[in-house]
């Protein structure tokens, strides 16, 4: 171990830099929040294609899900950013094809959840609907996404978690979230254990309030059954 | 869309494919390093949780939760740069990857293991006292043969993950395909073919190993331990 005349842990440092770690965890968070809003609607669509009649559209969906589900964020980024942006030379700035990543590959995931959401609802509840006269249309508003929606907040909560984990690879691409801040406070101070614990302990308090958000969520939408 | 000056160049693939192979031959070792790892990791955690002490409950409970829920980029540059640094430490980069890769899928291990295991019929371990089996013995002959079924599956799972995982430990600097594919595009200035080629031969993988946890899930669910 080190002998220092000072103290082994110095996290002056780390307080006196606390408002760019904020502003590191903000961005992080702006971006995996936008991000799994994107995921929502665009998974949304796509399992909508999944289930749809008409068979092409079955295949698209079914393509774009294997595909983003396949591929790891790191590669992606890389290939968007440095590889299709450099390709057919359009200035995409960090944060976009960030986000846009991140979204899409969520997107892939999500859309697999919400089409097992939509598929677990007893199909006498859309029959049902149909006799009351209602639309299809309706029934699938009225009846089936409301039920979808409860069985599906706890998958949606983790993948929220895994977007805010992930958001620290969008540090390599020079986007200024946290770890982007930590990795160059950490190098200007010479403090790598005290800059990494600090973002580490702060992704945690992170996903520990996503965590307990989507378990008030669960219990307050989830008090009845959601099948039959 | 202004026009390219990009020149595609797909040449460089014939011409470097050996050195992508070559990273993908250490991506895939340093994710098999973390999956043993993990597996040790997740079966302690897992009978951690499921002790009588609370003590130890909660310790494996709190250790599993810590690395959910820290991200493995950000535990990579703790372990990498921060915690070796600190206590002087040294670790080689793969060293550094395999163990970031094993502590967060130790994690993850813990609970499919935890489950797998509560899966078993509690009628099966009663059994196997009452015929006069030690502890050691009705979990090594009983239990874990059983469980094993319902935790293949998911371990799989859990083994993509790592391997998507895996990419990112080019970040400290082990070389592994990505790490090839920035260094050579930086010689060759081709980096859409490069990435391109690193992104399918990692589709093609991570597919080809889920189509065989769905061919998995199929033979082993109809064997399925039930009550």
């Not at chain 2, 015929?131 to 859990?158: D, E, F, T, W």
Request: proline share 3%; hydrophobic share 55%.
């Amino acid at each position: 171990m080190t002998d220092n005349s000072k103290s082994f842990f110095e996290f002056e440092a780390v307080i006196s830099s606390w408002e760019i770690l904020l502003k590191g965890f903000a961005v992080a968070m702006f971006a995996a929040t936008l991000a799994t809003a994107l995921a929502i609607i665009l998974g949304l669509v796509v399992a909508l294609m999944r289930l749809s009649t008409v068979a092409i559209y079955r295949w698209i969906a079914f393509a774009f899900t294997q595909f983003f589900r396949g591929v790891p964020l790191y590669v992606l980024l890389v290939w968007v950013y440095f590889g299709l942006a450099i390709a057919v030379n359009i200035n995409l700035s960090a944060i976009l094809a960030g986000v846009a990543s991140l979204a899409l590959l969520n997107a892939g995931y999500l859309s697999e959840t919400f089409r097992s959401g939509i598929l677990a609802i007893d199909s006498g509840q859309i029959e049902a609907g149909l006799a009351l006269g209602m639309s299809k249309q309706d029934v699938f508003k009225e009846i089936v996404l409301p039920q979808a929606f409860r069985i599906i907040i706890p998958p949606m909560g983790n993948q929220y978690v895994d977007a805010i984990k992930d958001s620290a690879i969008l540090s390599i691409i020079g986007v200024p979230e946290l770890m982007r801040e930590s990795q160059q406070l950490a190098n200007l101070n010479y403090q790598p254990f005290e800059f990494y614990t600090c973002a580490g302990l702060l992704y945690l308090i992170a996903v520990a309030l996503v965590s307990r958000g989507t378990n008030r969520l669960e219990k307050r939408f989830c008090t009845q059954g959601a099948q039959n | 869309m202004r026009n390219s000056n990009y020149k595609f160049d797909w040449n460089v693939i014939e011409k470097y494919w050996p050195e992508i192979l070559k990273g993908l031959i250490i991506t895939i070792q340093i994710s098999l390093v973390g999956m043993v790892f993990s597996i040790l990791l997740g079966i302690c955690l897992a009978n951690g949780k499921l002790s009588t002490n609370l003590l130890i409950v909660r310790i494996s409970t709190s250790i599993t939760e810590l690395f959910k829920s820290i991200p493995l980029f950000v535990l990579l540059f703790w372990i990498y740069y921060g915690f070796s640094l600190k206590f002087n430490f040294a670790l080689t980069e793969f060293q550094a990857g395999a163990l970031a890769l094993g502590l967060t899928g130790g994690a993850y291990m813990a609970e499919v293991f935890r489950a797998g295991l509560l899966a078993v019929p509690i009628g099966q371990l009663e059994a196997a006292y009452a015929i006069g089996l030690s502890k050691m013995q009705s979990s090594i002959l009983i239990i874990y043969p059983q469980a094993i079924r319902i935790i293949i599956p998911p371990m799989v799972n859990i083994y993509i993950g790592l391997l998507k995982g895996a990419t990112i430990v080019s970040v400290i600097g082990v070389s592994d395909m990505i790490y090839v594919a920035r260094y050579v595009s930086l010689e060759t200035f081709a980096p859409f073919e490069l990435y391109s080629l690193a992104g399918i031969i990692f589709i093609s993988l991570t597919l080809s190993i889920s189509g065989f946890v769905y061919f998995l899930e199929r033979k082993l669910g109809r064997s399925k331990v039930d009550g």
